[in-house]
Nanobody, 127 residues
Framework: QVQLVESGGGLVQAGGSLRLSCAAS????????MGWFRQAPGKVRKFVAA????????YYGDFVKGRFTISRDNAESTVYLQMNSLKPEDTAVYYC????????????????????WGQGTQVTVSS
């Protein structure tokens, strides 16, 4: 079983930046594809970004539009989500997730592809 712990959330003004981190407890971390999802109150969980085991392939949700960057440090067993130009509509609980499967264009945004989830970190963007 993999334990994931997110951090880095908080309150930020519109236009600001945050960097989320997600540390995994199980190694080798490099065998896991990683993803970020978010869920706003009363809404369904939505895909944000994903990164392959090597870090060579990334996917983003349409709403990201160049504002967010996902990256990973396999030596530190950590995945990051750099979020810039934040908007009030980015307010949500952000979850990281992992899968032992291979990231493909057919599965990267499917929550069912990911077997383990973190507890989430709150991001609040004020206007």
């Amino acid at each position: 079983q993999v334990q994931l712990v997110e951090s880095g959330g908080g309150l930020v003004q519109a236009g600001g930046s945050l960097r989320l981190s997600c540390a995994a407890s199980r190694r080798p971390f490099s065998t896991y594809a990683m993803g970020w999802f978010r869920q706003a109150p009363g809404k369904v969980r939505k895909f944000v970004a994903a990164i392959s085991q090597s870090g060579g392939t990334t996917y983003y949700g349409d709403f990201v539009k160049g504002r967010f960057t996902i990256s990973r440090d396999n030596a530190e067993s950590t995945v990051y989500l750099q979020m810039n130009s934040l908007k009030p509509e980015d307010t949500a609980v952000y979850y990281c997730a992992t899968s032992v499967g291979y990231l493909r264009s057919s599965n990267y945004d499917d929550a069912g592809f990911y077997g383990y989830w973190g507890q989430g970190t709150q991001v609040t963007v004020s206007s």
